[in-house]
């Protein structure tokens, strides 16, 4: 998750593999807003832990 965050704040949603923004979607970590995907705050405590976990960001 923390990479494909990476991927999406640098425009680059072509680098997260195929259906995982679905994925987060549908988990209830990120949703649409004004034409972009923003992590919802159960998002935002998935990706802390991941990091915290050294997963790189």
Same mark, same amino acid.
């Given at each position: 998750? #923390? ?5 999406? @704040?640098?425009?680059?949603? @072509?680098?997260? #593999? ?22 919802? #705050? ?14 790189? #960001?």
């Amino acid at each position: 998750m #923390p990479a494909a965050i990476a991927s999406l @704040w640098r425009r680059r949603a @072509w680098e997260v #593999p195929q259906g995982s923004l679905d994925d987060f979607v549908t988990l209830g970590w990120m949703n649409w807003s004004r034409g972009a995907l923003l992590l919802t #705050p159960a998002g935002q405590i998935v990706h802390d832990r991941v990091v915290a976990q050294g997963a790189t #960001p």
